[in-house]
């Protein structure tokens, strides 16, 4: 493998305007090193942990029906589940780094009995001819020939997009998230909807902030942006305070909120105008949920958004990305 120029790579990103996204904020405060090796190094792993599909295949057929075949490939049966679908994924990418030919997993089987030593898997059995059994079945051969033709694709089982329908229906059927989406907006409704948007925005600070919005609704008659974000949970509608706090919500909402103020700021100079944030949520029992978040509540987001880009800043200028702001500076005691 070639030597990473890290010189090169640093000088090549600060060469360039950056902007920064809730992602991008969420690595930098939480591992500066994890944003240094992604965003500098390009050492960039973008899997879409199981857990986070069932949202973005929502958000695919409710907001943006057109492109479902552009972003998932089905599979006529399951997805290998636990450290079997590890190892796959991970003689997959042996097979791409080798430029292997079209060739079945079988060809794998020491690189397969040596991922099973590093992760202690199946060492309770006798033989290796065991060991391999337990990995190479119809299951996983099937899952095998699909991941060498997917590209870019996401895969879907039948149970996850059957699921995701299901989701889907329910909010459709909802009237408060249908008039917030504008699902029903007629043709000659002075209204405006913008799906999946890709929105930049410039600030003070040595870069700009950027994101795609899922639903922003602009209703020139009621003088109101409205700016909507699906979530998908595994808990449940009353403990969306806590998820908000847990995954930095608040931090995409506030920027969110900065970068339509910015694509409207002509609208906006009209006092009438004004601006309303709403999380849309669906829980696991299918409960859905529109949160609007007050005035005073973005209010003080922006306030805790703007100290959280000042310390952003503070590693993007000083080029330090060994520790988060507050250790970097010797700011925790005990």
Known sequence: MAEIDVAALTEEFYSKPFYLSYSGLNKLLYSPSLFYNHYVLQQREEKLESYLIDGKVIHCLLLDNGSFDEQFILMPSKV????????????????????GLDVGLDAYKQEILDALVAINLHQSLKTDAQRLDKIITDETNEYWNFLKIKGNKDLLDDETLARCNSAVEVLRKHEKVSELLGLLTHEMEN?????????????????????????????????????????????????????????????????????????FAELLTDEEWTMKF????????????????????????????????????WHYTKRRYELPYEFAEGLVTL
């Open 191 to 263: 209204v405006e909807i913008f799906n999946e948007e890709l929105l930049f925005g410039e600030t003070d600070k040595p870069f700009g902030l950027k994101g795609v919005l899922d639903n922003v609704k602009v209703d020139h008659d009621k003088k109101i942006i409205f700016i909507n974000d699906l979530k998908t949970t595994g808990k449940t509608i009353s403990d969306f305070r806590e998820t908000i706090e847990f995954f930095n919500y608040w931090s995409q909402a506030a920027i969110y909120y900065r970068l339509v103020a910015y694509k």
């Open 80 to 99: 290998p589940s636990g450290n079997t679908k590890v190892i796959v994924d991970k003689i997959l990418g042996i097979h791409i780094a080798t430029q």
């Open 278 to 313: 709403n999380f849309i949520v669906i829980d696991k029992y299918q409960q859905v949920y529109p949160f609007e978040v007050t005035k005073t509540t973005m209010q003080d987001w922006q306030v805790r958004l703007e100290q959280k880009l000042d310390e952003a800043a």
